[in-house]
């Protein structure tokens, strides 16, 4: 089959080109290219565009997250902090990389949640009395436990002072890790609002 086009459609084309029709075609294609968000398609193509970056940067933070939820369990409070100490973290991160607000203000936010996940940081390890402990072990060495005729092995009994020694410390770790949980949510309630861009 041989096509063969007609003098006429050329014709056609000559005037297109010379007339006004072709020059609104061409206006808008270029319009389009050069200014996109000021036509329909633009705006089209600027809501797609959105989207898509939005739904790539959410599939982005669920990967990140994945090694944190990996590692969540239920049974304990210590996850929820973890997971906690994160969040502040990456949105530390974020606010201090791309923030939008005032340097000065931003910079305090920053040191904000910085103060923050230290105190998380301390409410993770629960290590509140280390050198009372060790000034412990060296004083009242480890003993050996009891072993029992029916398999079970027994604590020893306290030596003279170790008791009292132990409530001591123990007391001391309990009020510095309560002074570390209202530190922190105080710190919490006063500043979270103001962490966001």
């Known amino acids: 089959m041989k096509v063969i086009i007609a003098p006429t459609f050329i014709r056609s084309l000559e005037r297109l080109a010379r007339g006004t029709i072709f020059n609104k075609i061409i206006g808008f294609i270029t319009d389009l290219w050069d200014h996109p968000t000021h036509t329909w398609c633009g705006e089209l193509y600027s809501v797609t565009k959105y989207k898509m970056a939005r739904a790539y940067r959410r599939i982005l933070r669920f990967m990140e997250y994945a090694p944190i939820i990996w590692e969540d369990e239920d049974w304990d409070g210590a996850y929820t902090l973890s997971m906690l100490q994160y969040k502040i973290r990456r949105t530390r991160k974020f606010i201090s990389k791309h923030g939008n607000a005032v ?31 060790g000034r412990h072990r060296k004083q009242y060495p480890h003993q050996k436990l ?52």
Not at 107 to 128: G, P, S
Not at 150 to 178: H, Q, W
Request: proline letters at 4%; charged letters at 45%; hydrophobic letters at 35%.
């Open 103 to 133: 340097k000065e203000t931003r910079d305090r936010d920053v040191k904000n949640m910085h103060i923050a996940e230290e105190a998380l940081e301390r409410m993770l390890k629960d290590d509140y009395a280390r050198t009372e402990w």
């Open 146 to 197: 009891i072993d029992q005729p029916d398999g079970s092995a027994m604590m020893p009994e306290f030596r003279p002072g170790e008791r009292t020694c132990v409530k001591r410390i123990s007391n001391l770790e309990y009020k510095r890790k309560k002074a570390d949980w209202r530190f922190l949510f105080d710190h919490l309630y006063e500043h979270l609002e103001e962490w966001w861009d």
